[in-house]
Nanobody, 121 residues
Framework: QVQLVESGGGLVQLGGSLRLSCAASGSIASISVMAWYRQAPGKQRELAASITPGASTNYADDVKGRFTISRDNAKNTVYLQMNSLKPEDTAVYYC???????????????WGQGTQVTVSS
């Protein structure tokens, strides 16, 4: 069994910072791309940032310059450092990872349970 567990969400004021963490655990053979998505109330889930095993990154336009994604391959963990937060960043943030379990030859996308980030004005 393979799972992703997120932590670090919460309530923060306009201009504040938060750091999200997402740890993969279980029978993992390999992890490829890891990413953070977010879903605001009444909106579709959208990509915020992604990172390859070699640390190449990709960001949505509205978070560039404010969010930084990173990963620790030894800990199977991905992070999202969020600075200069705005009310429009309020959403449930989900971690996603492409992983291959030890008991399978197939790669699949796995999702975390989500963590709430609320930015007050």
């Amino acid at each position: 069994q393979v799972q992703l567990v997120e932590s670090g969400g919460g309530l923060v004021q306009l201009g504040g910072s938060l750091r999200l963490s997402c740890a993969a655990s279980g029978s993992i053979a390999s992890i490829s791309v890891m990413a953070w998505y977010r879903q605001a109330p009444g909106k579709q889930r959208e990509l915020a940032a992604s990172i390859t095993p070699g640390a190449s990154t990709n960001y949505a336009d509205d978070v560039k310059g404010r969010f930084t994604i990173s990963r620790d391959n030894a800990k199977n963990t991905v992070y999202l450092q969020m600075n200069s937060l705005k009310p429009e960043d309020t959403a449930v943030y989900y971690c996603k990872a492409q992983m291959r379990p030890t008991y399978s030859i197939r790669w699949s996308d796995y999702w975390g349970q989500g963590t709430q980030v609320t930015v007050s004005s």
